[in-house]
């Protein structure tokens, strides 16, 4: 040996392989995870919290302060009010807006007459930011499921282009002849 590294066709595919960074089979695991987990967000979190929303919409009306501020959104933030005589808090449902106001917000809320503590701001009870954010993580998974479609379709390619020995056109023959 003269000293100087000697790298077959096999080292040399690796350190190709190597500075490219992840295969495609990474992104296609990747892609497939992140599509699942933001389908899942919008189908078991996001939509339940939309109907739950609306379903208060014919509940009793008073009004409140923000307790506790907080992330509303993902269902942090409570609030005070008064409900048949008696002070009540209760915690905001995930899909509430609002998370921006300081504690001691005054607000208008509706509760179920049953169970003062189900309780969410007037101006969410039509879903709406829920079914935004369902739409959106929806989409979300949708993309995401559409790149691991791709990245299948890469890994299937590069299988078949690496199981397929290469064909060089003979020499000699012509064209139509």
Avoid: K, N, W
């Amino acid at each position: 040996m003269d000293g100087t590294p000697h790298t077959g066709a096999f080292g040399t595919h690796r350190q190709r392989t190597a500075a490219a960074g992840p295969g495609p089979r990474a992104a296609l695991l990747a892609s497939l995870v992140l599509a699942l987990l933001l389908g899942a967000l919008s189908v078991l979190v996001m939509l339940p919290a939309a109907r739950h929303l609306r379903s208060l919409q014919d509940g009793e009306r008073a009004r409140a302060t923000l307790h506790t501020g907080g992330a509303c959104m993902a269902g942090h933030c409570r609030v005070e009010f008064e409900a048949g005589g008696r002070t009540v808090v209760a915690d905001l449902p995930a899909g509430s807006g609002g998370g921006r106001s300081p504690a001691g917000t005054r607000l208008t809320v509706r509760y179920r007459a049953d169970d003062p503590r189900v309780a969410a701001r007037e101006e969410d009870v039509g879903g709406g930011g829920a079914i935004v954010l369902a739409a959106m993580s929806g989409g979300g998974a949708l993309l995401f499921l559409t790149i691991s479609a791709a990245a299948a379709l890469s890994v299937a390619r590069r299988r078949h282009a690496d199981a397929t020995p290469d064909r060089a056109p003979r020499e000699g023959r012509r064209p139509g002849g």
